[in-house]
Every structure is written in C-alpha cells, then in structure tokens.
C-alpha cells in the first residue's frame, strides 16, 4: 500500500539551529512529493513541491527539501530555525496529476528560545 | 491571489441531523476534493470530484456523505445523519490540470 512514513512526531530545535524534519515514501514509482504546514488553527499552506526535474527544491520562508529516489525519502531542512517556525508539519505523496494526495501523520515543530 | 474558501468556519450540530459545508473553489479550477482531519490525527482523503462525477473516494466516504456541484462555483460536502465521530476539521481542496492542489481555511464540524 502507498504510504508515507514522518520520523519523530514532534521535533524541537533552539532557534537558530537546523531544522530537519524526516520523510519517507513507499514506492516503486516515485511520487509527487509535496511539504504542507500547519499554523495552529488554521488550514493546510504549501511549503513546496517536487514533481520532475532538480532534485533540490526550495520553497517558502527559507525551507528546502531533497528528493533522493535510491533512499525514498524527501526530507525537509532549514538552516536556521525562527520561532516562527513552530507548527505542523505534513508529508505527502501524490502518484498521477489526478489523483488523492496521501499525507504522513504529521511532525510537531517546536522551537526553544 | 485567488484562493478557496470554505463557509461556515465552525459548525456545531446535533447527532444525527444533516451538514453542509460549502466550498467556494479557485474559479479556472476543474479538479475538487474533500478531506478531513480529527483531531490530533492526519489528514485523510474523502472524495475527488471531476467533471461532474466522483473520480475517487475513500472506505471513510460511505453512504451517509455525498458532494454536489449545484452550480458553476461552489462544491459542497453533505453528512446526512452526523456521528459523533464526524466531528473533524473538514478542508476543501481544487486544482487545475496538473497543477498543486490549493487547500482552504478549512471548516470544523463539532457532532454532539
């Protein structure tokens, strides 16, 4: 069954410290991978996507994401974390342009002052 | 930007009555879907909307959830007689062709 699988429900870093939140897929087929935060209360707001191409993404406020098919993984980084940062954090996979998007449970991130 | 929105934010109802969330989705979009999150848990996958019809659903859309498109804008989600395990937020989703699915505010249902 196609699954994604996040490391560690919940994650805290010291701001300032690199963030890394850990994903893997199961897959033969790679996927369209996809990062999603979750603001306390509020909806689902893409960080960034992979699709084809460069297998390092860059998305929004300073997040970055490698897609690496020999391990299936597509974990999530950040150099230097900002309080702002604390949230919810979901991987997902999607395996054609149509279909549902299947999302990982989700990691807690906080961040220590 | 155009974005989807989602009406009602909260909802509270009684167990066993009907629910209707209305989502508004991004107007060139063809592609609808619903998905749900208890608390606490992941985000799970309902129900995909293309051209008129269901494309997808998932085991948790049984007979008691249906979705509509009555007119060119909006896409609703229907729970005809409410559990107490619906209480979820419930989040809208829709995208054109190939393009990312672009999520709404989302809408919490409580079932008392």
């Known amino acids: 069954a196609q699954s994604v699988t996040q490391l560690g429900s919940h994650v805290s870093v010291s701001e300032g410290a690199l963030v890394l939140l850990r994903c893997n897929y199961s897959s033969s087929v790679p996927p369209y991978l996809f990062w999603y935060v979750q603001y306390p209360n509020q909806g689902l707001q893409l960080l960034l996507k992979?699709?084809?191409?460069?297998?390092l993404v860059k998305g929004i406020n300073g997040f970055e994401a490698e897609f690496k098919k020999s391990e299936t993984s597509f974990h999530l980084t950040k150099p230097s974390a900002h309080m702002s940062d604390a949230a919810e954090y979901f991987c997902a996979v999607r395996y054609s342009s149509a279909s549902k998007i299947i999302f990982g449970s989700g990691t807690r991130l906080s961040i220590r002052p | 930007e155009p974005e989807v929105t989602q009406t009602p934010s909260h909802q509270v109802t009684q167990m066993g009555q009907e629910v209707i969330l209305r989502c508004v989705p991004i107007?060139?979009?063809?592609?609808f879907y619903w998905y749900r999150q208890i608390l606490g848990q992941k985000v799970e996958f309902l129900v995909s909307?293309?051209?008129?019809?269901?494309?997808?659903k998932s085991e948790i859309f049984d007979d008691q959830f249906s979705v509509e498109r009555p007119d060119g804008s909006n896409f609703t989600l229907k729970i005809r007689s409410t559990k107490l395990e619906d209480s979820a937020m419930y989040f809208c989703?829709?995208?054109?062709?190939?393009?990312?699915?672009?999520f709404g505010p989302g809408t919490r249902l409580l079932v008392l």
């Open positions: 107007s060139n979009h063809l592609y």
């Open positions: 909307f293309y051209n008129n019809e269901i494309s997808e």
């Open positions: 992979y699709t084809t191409g460069a297998t």
């Open positions: 989703a829709s995208k054109s062709g190939k393009e990312t699915q672009y």
